[in-house]
C-alpha cells in the first residue's frame, strides 16, 4: 500500500489515495485515513485539481456506509418467501458450488439454455475493473443474454453521437471563463458540486448565469434566472432560440459553412419555431424565451464565451435524444466552440481511451450471438413465457452494482417477476437492498476503500486510480473474485480468468495512460485540446457537427432535432392532469447512500414537492401524507407544498428504498417501461400522475 508521505502523521497511520466510484460527473480523487488497518475519514485529494481537496457530504461518510451496522459479511442463502428477505449463512464453497451448479444446469439445457441466463448490473461502482472487466468475460464465456445497459444516459449519448460524434464536448474547467452559462436540467449543487465552484468563478467575474429545468432547484436559487419549463419540452425551447437566431442574424456564418452540415435543413426546421410556439409548449412567456435567445445570441456578437452545461434529466423522457441533439446543435450556430469558454458538455466519457475489448473480451462468445435484453424494460422481460420472438424465458438473474426493484420503472412489474419461484437469483451487494430481498443467494462485495480499480470520469478529462486502503471486511469478496473463482467451478479455463485486478488496471487504458504516473500520484490529465473544435474535428463520420444526421436518417428517423412530445402530456381535466419528475434526493445518488443513517436524518423521509396551488385545489397542506397514482400503481408519501414546484408539475423525490416508504414502494411504481425515442432509455420524467389527500 503506497501512502501520502506526510510528515504530521503518527507512524500507524497512512493515508492513501483512491478515488469515489461513484455515479457522478466529478469523478473525485480522495484520500483514506488509515489506523492500524482502520479507515477512520476520508477526504478530498487537494492535489487534484478537479477535486481540490473537497468532497460531496454524501462520499465524505464513506467510512459510515464500509463500516455500517447491516453490512453483509458473510454470503447468504434464502431460508424464506422471496421478498421475505430471511436468509441464513453459508460458506463461500456451498453459494459458489451451488450457483455454478444451477447455473451450469441452465445453460445446458438446450440450444439456446444459456440465453435464460441474464447479468444485470449499472452503476454502482463506475469503476472499470470491479463494473464490467470479469464480469463480462465470465457472462461472454458462458453464452448469456446480454443486457443494454440504457438506464441513465442511453439517449442522451446517443443525441450526442448523432451531433458530435461521441459523447465529448467543452473541458469543464474552461466554465470559468464563460461569460454567459446556461445549466440546462441539471441541478449541480447536489448532483456536479465541482463544477459548481467553475460557475462561482465566473459568476464574480461576471458571468451571467441561468438555470432551465422544471424544478426550482437549489442551484436555480443561485442564478440570475430561472425558466422553469414543462417536462419534456426542451428541444422545443431550443429550436426556438435558433428561430431568433436565425431572425436577428445572431449567427456564426464562416464556423457554420466550415464545420456543420445540414445547415439549410435544420435552419428550415427551426423558422417553423416562433417563440409563441415554443413558450405555448413549455409553458413559460414569450419574454422568457426572446430573452433567452437574445443573451445567447449577443454574447456569439460581442465574442464573449458562452457555455451550456446539460445534465441526464432532460433526456428522461419520450424526445430526450432529440432535445440533447437541438440543444447541442446552438454553439455550432454561433461559433460559440471558436473559445475555449464556449460550447456545451453533457459528457466528457467519450474522449477516455478506455480499452473496452481487452476488458471485456466478447470474442469469448465464440461467434455465438445472444439476443440482447434492455434493463428498463426488466419487469416486462422477467414475465416472459418461452417463445419464437422473446426466445427462453429467463430462468436465473445475477444482479451486481445495481438494486433492480428500486431503481427499475413501473416496479410493480419488477417486484411481480422477482417473486417467481422458479426464478434464481444472485445478487452481489453491500447491504440487504430491496432487491436482495428476493435473491436466492446473497454474496457481500467489497466496497471502494477494499479493493483496486481504475476509473474514467464523465464530467472532467482525468483517469484515477483507486488503491484499497483497508483488507476485505470479514468473508466479502471483490466482484472481480467472485467472477474468477465462478468460472473456476464451470470449468472455464481460459487464461483470461487468471488476470488480476492490479493486471486489470493496466489493461483498462493500454499505452494510452503512463501507468507509473498514475501509480505515483492517483489521477492523469488526458492530452486533449483545449477548445477541442474550435476548427471542427468532429469525431464524426464527416469530421463535422451534424446538424443533420445522416446515419439516423438511414435508420428511418428523422435526421434533424426535432421536439417530440411526451408519451403522458399532463393535461388539466384528464385523469392524470400533473406530470412528475423523481429526481434524486439531494444526500442520496439515486438508491445508494439510503440507508446510511447520518444522510437518512438530512433526508428524514420520502416526499413529494407540489406547489402551493395544485395543493389547494385538492385541500392538501404541507407534511400531509398524500396518495400518488396513476394506471400502473400508487405511492403514498409526506407531501411538502414548495414553490419549487411548478403549477402542474409534481416532483417524487428519491430513489429511497421501497422497504423505507409508507407502504413499501417507491416512485418507481408509478414510471413506465416505454423507452426514449433513440438510445433505447427510459422515459421515468415523462409520467402522468394524479395526487389526492390520504389517511395516514
Given at each position: ?24 460527473p ?6 483514506t ?12 485529494n ?8 473537497v ?18 459479511l ?33 445453460a ?70 464563460a ?25 464574480r ?110 433526456q ?12 447541442a446543435c ?10 475555449r469558454?464556449g460550447?456545451?458538455?453533457?459528457s466528457s ?13 466478447p ?11 434492455n ?28 438494486n ?11 417486484v ?18 430491496d ?20 476509473h ?9 486510480l ?14 472481480t473474485?467472485?467472477f474468477?473463482?465462478?468460472a473456476?467451478?464451470?470449468g472455464f479455463?481460459?487464461t ?8 486489470l488496471c493496466?489493461?483498462?487504458f ?5 501507468f507509473s ?25 464527416s469530421?463535422?457537427?451534424?446538424l443533420?444526421?445522416?446515419r ?12 417530440i ?13 400533473l ?6 434526493a ?8 439510503a ?16 406547489s ?19 394506471a400502473?400503481g ?9 414553490n419549487?414546484?411548478?403549477?402542474g408539475v ?21 414510471t ?25
Open positions: 500500500m503506497t501512502a501520502i508521505p506526510n510528515p504530521d502523521l503518527r507512524p500507524d497511520v497512512q493515508q492513501v489515495i483512491g478515488a469515489c466510484p461513484h455515479d457522478c466529478d469523478t473525485c480523487s480522495m484520500v485515513t488509515v489506523s492500524n488497518g482502520v479507515a477512520i475519514k476520508v477526504h478530498g487537494e492535489h487534484h485539481p478537479a477535486t481540490g481537496g468532497l460531496c457530504t454524501k462520499v465524505s461518510r464513506y467510512t459510515e456506509r464500509t463500516y455500517h451496522r447491516e453490512r453483509i458473510n454470503p447468504l442463502r434464502r431460508i424464506g418467501p422471496k421478498g421475505a428477505g430471511q436468509f441464513e449463512e453459508v460458506s463461500w464453497d456451498v453459494a459458489l458450488s451451488d450457483i455454478a451448479a444451477r447455473l451450469q444446469s441452465i445446458s439445457s438446450g440450444p439456446r439454455g444459456a440465453e435464460a441466463i441474464l447479468p444485470y448490473s449499472y452503476a454502482g461502482t463506475m469503476g472499470l475493473v470491479q463494473g464490467e472487466s470479469m464480469a463480462s468475460r465470465f457472462f461472454h464465456r458462458l453464452g448469456s443474454s446480454l443486457l443494454d445497459r440504457t438506464i441513465c444516459a442511453s439517449a442522451g449519448g446517443e443525441g450526442l453521437v448523432h451531433t458530435l460524434g461521441a459523447k465529448v464536448g467543452m473541458r469543464v474547467e474552461f466554465f470559468a471563463e461569460k454567459l452559462i446556461l445549466i440546462w436540467g441539471s441541478n449541480s449543487i447536489a448532483s456536479n458540486l465541482h463544477f459548481w465552484r467553475h460557475v462561482q468563478t465566473a459568476k467575474l461576471g458571468a451571467k448565469v441561468i438555470c432551465i429545468d422544471p424544478r426550482k432547484t437549489e442551484t436555480a436559487d443561485k442564478c440570475h434566472e430561472h425558466i422553469a419549463l414543462k417536462p419534456g419540452t426542451d428541444a422545443a425551447l431550443a429550436l426556438a432560440m435558433m428561430h431568433g437566431l436565425i431572425a436577428h442574424d445572431w449567427l456564426d456564418h464562416d464556423y457554420i459553412a466550415r464545420y456543420t452540415v445540414g445547415w439549410e435543413a435544420l435552419r428550415a426546421r427551426a423558422l417553423e419555431w416562433p417563440a409563441e410556439r415554443a413558450a405555448q409548449i413549455c409553458g413559460i412567456s414569450i419574454e422568457q424565451v426572446n430573452s433567452l435567445t437574445q443573451e445567447y445570441g449577443l454574447a456569439a456578437q460581442t465574442k464573449a464565451p458562452a457555455a451550456i452545461r446539460m445534465n441526464y434529466g432532460m428522461r423522457v419520450h424526445g430526450g435524444g432529440n432535445a440533447v441533439r437541438a440543444i446552438l454553439p455550432a450556430l454561433t461559433g460559440a466552440w471558436r473559445q469558454g460550447g456545451v458538455l453533457l466519457s467519450g474522449y477516455a481511451p478506455i480499452e473496452k475489448a481487452q476488458l471485456h473480451r470474442d469469448l462468445l465464440g461467434g455465438r450471438k445472444p439476443r440482447t435484453l434493463m428498463a424494460t426488466l419487469g416486462g422481460d422477467l414475465r416472459k413465457p418461452t417463445s419464437e420472438e422473446f426466445g427462453p424465458a429467463i430462468q436465473a438473474l445475477i444482479v451486481y452494482n445495481s433492480p426493484v428500486a431503481i427499475a420503472p413501473d416496479s410493480t412489474q419488477v411481480s417477476g422477482f417473486e417467481r419461484e422458479d426464478l434464481f437469483t444472485v445478487v452481489l451487494e453491500h447491504f440487504q437492498t432487491t436482495a430481498d428476493y435473491a436466492d443467494y446473497v454474496l457481500p462485495a467489497t466496497t471502494q476503500l477494499e479493493h483496486w480499480d481504475v474514467a470520469s464523465y464530467g472532467h478529462t482525468d483517469v484515477l483507486n488503491r484499497p486502503s483497508i483488507s476485505p471486511l470479514a468473508n466479502c469478496m471483490t466482484n473474485d467472485i474468477r473463482k465462478l473456476q467451478r464451470m479455463e481460459e483470461c480468468f487468471s488476470d488480476d485486478d492490479l493486471a493496466k489493461i483498462a493500454g499505452n494510452a495512460v503512463n504516473e498514475l501509480e505515483s500520484s492517483g489521477f492523469v490529465k488526458l492530452p486533449l485540446e483545449e477548445a477541442p473544435f474550435a476548427s471542427g474535428n468532429f469525431p464524426t463520420p469530421g463535422k457537427c451534424e443533420f444526421s445522416q439516423l436518417a438511414d435508420a428511418g428517423l428523422d435526421g434533424l432535432p426535432n421536439y412530445a411526451n408519451y403522458e402530456p399532463a393535461v388539466e381535466g384528464s385523469p392524470f392532469p406530470a412528475m419528475i423523481s429526481p434524486p439531494r444526500n442520496f445518488l439515486n438508491s445508494s447512500f440507508n446510511v443513517e447520518s444522510l437518512q436524518a438530512i433526508e428524514i423521509e420520502p416526499l413529494l414537492e407540489i402551493p396551488g395544485d395543493a389547494y385545489s385538492r385541500n392538501i397542506s404541507d407534511n400531509d401524507v398524500v396518495r400518488v397514482f396513476n400502473r400508487s405511492y403514498r408519501c409526506r407531501a411538502r407544498v414548495s419549487r414546484a411548478r403549477q409534481v416532483h417524487g423525490l428519491g430513489i429511497w428504498w421501497r422497504k423505507m416508504g409508507l407502504d413499501g414502494t417507491n416512485v418507481n411504481e408509478l413506465s417501461q416505454k423507452l426514449t425515442d433513440m438510445g433505447r432509455g427510459p422515459t421515468f420524467y415523462d409520467c402522468a400522475v394524479q395526487v389526492e389527500k390520504s389517511a395516514v
